[in-house]
């Protein structure tokens, strides 16, 4: 739901980003009328159940993909990396000290997988 606010560029009370409730009509620094108002940007809203404007909802969307985007890249990389140290793991076994850390690494890599398949949904 939208919120209410001063749309009147003299007024403190714009300048603050004062959201008003739904009850309130007028502004109560400058005393003119209050409009529903984008929750971001803090312009005039057509229809008042929105939140926010057109042009900041789409500026979110585009936000909200690219970060899906580099998450499923990430995940990628790092299922790429699991399976490289799965293929690795037998050849470094036989290296002093490494014994331990073999076993964790081929645990890992279906955690990994999981973590893919959820990231591309």
């Known amino acids: 739901m939208a919120v209410k606010g001063c749309i009147n560029i003299t007024c403190a009370a714009y300048h603050k980003r004062i959201a008003y409730k739904k009850s309130d009509d007028f502004c109560s620094k400058c005393g003119q009328p209050l409009y529903y108002v984008c929750k971001k940007c803090y312009k005039p809203l057509e229809n008042a159940s929105d939140r926010y404007c057109p042009e900041c909802s789409e500026e979110m969307a585009q936000k909200r993909e690219a970060m899906k985007e580099k998450a499923a890249k990430a995940g990628k990389v790092a299922l790429k990396a699991g399976e490289v140290a799965i293929k690795v793991a037998p050849f470094a076994a036989s290296i002093p ?25």
């Open 97 to 121: 000290g490494i014994k331990k850390i073999a076993p964790k690494i081929q645990k890992a890599a279906p955690v990994v997988e999981k973590a893919i398949k959820i990231v591309k949904k």
